[in-house]
Nanobody, 125 residues
């Protein structure tokens, strides 16, 4: 069984930065697509960014607006989300997820097989 574990969340002021990390274990993810999602209180879980496990160009939600960068480090079995110019509306629990059908980056949460437990990101104004 694959396992994902996020870290790096916290509280920052608007305009600040955070780097989220996701470590994968328990199976090979070489054919998977990796995604970051977020869920704010009272809202549905939404796609933030995705990348193929082997790397390459990331795919981003429109609201990211060049503020976030997704990357992977296969040697460390890790995926990262660098978040800059954070806004209060970015406050949410952020989840790392893995999609076994990795040929394309899918944006629906239901497409993803494995999920981490989430890490809280709070941006104060």
């Amino acid at each position: 069984q694959g396992q994902l574990m996020e870290s790096g969340g916290g509280t920052v002021q608007a305009g600040g930065s955070l780097r989220l990390s996701c470590v994968a274990s328990g199976r090979t993810f070489s054919d998977y697509a990796m995604g970051w999602f977020r869920q704010a209180p009272g809202k549905e879980r939404e796609f933030v960014a995705g990348i193929h496990w082997s790397g390459g160009s990331g795919v981003y939600a429109n609201f990211v607006q060049d503020r976030f960068t997704i990357s992977s480090d296969n040697a460390k079995n890790m995926v990262f989300l660098q978040m800059d110019s954070l806004k209060p509306e970015d406050t949410a629990v952020y989840y790392c997820a893995a999609d076994r059908h990795g040929a394309i980056i899918r944006t629906l949460p239901a497409a993803y097989t494995y999920w981490g437990q989430g890490t809280q990101v709070t941006v104060s104004s």
